[in-house]
């Protein structure tokens, strides 16, 4: 089975959405393997989206991300990674299918409620930036 790695955003924590949030992805077949809320420093949070750093909106995203607390989690089941970024949605909530976390609960392109893995390779990267072996089973 695969796993991904998963945000729960400031936007979406600081609303209660965590739980109905999770509901979209077990419906969807994601069982949550390993889960935590954690309160990113603005660092932290600029080395998880150093890809995007020569974007002109990564201040503003890593601002946010560390603006208030976030949940963080692995998700496991078939083609997971694939499966995760269906259920959100686009990124940009204008543009995401109805029924996608991202239709329902995203405020902006940018407070968009959830992070998702985009490949295999990022999916490891990202769990092990966030997750110790040990809390991982
Ligand atoms: P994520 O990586 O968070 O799962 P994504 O893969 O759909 O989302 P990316 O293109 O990787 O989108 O952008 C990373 C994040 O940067 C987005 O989720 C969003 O929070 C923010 N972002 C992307 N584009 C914009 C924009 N035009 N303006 C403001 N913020 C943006
Ligand atoms: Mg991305």
């Given at each position: 089975l695969e796993r991904t790695f998963s945000i729960i955003k400031p936007d979406a924590t600081r609303r209660n959405l965590t739980g109905a949030i999770n509901a979209k992805f077990e419906a969807a077949g994601?069982?949550?393997v390993a889960q935590k809320r954690i309160h990113l420093t603005k660092a932290q949070a600029g080395v998880f989206y150093a890809?995007?750093?020569?974007?002109?909106f990564y201040d503003e995203l890593c601002e946010f991300m560390a603006s208030e607390p976030i949940v963080c989690q692995v998700l496991e089941g078939e083609g997971a990674i694939a499966k995760n970024r269906e259920v959100m949605g686009a990124t940009n909530p204008a543009d995401a299918a109805a029924g996608t976390i991202r239709a329902e609960f995203a405020e902006s392109v940018g407070e968009n409620s959830v992070h998702g893995s985009d490949a295999p390779d990022t999916a490891a990267i990202e769990i092990a930036y966030f997750f110790s072996g040990l809390e991982l089973v």
């Open positions: 994601l069982r949550i890809v995007h750093a020569e974007r002109p």
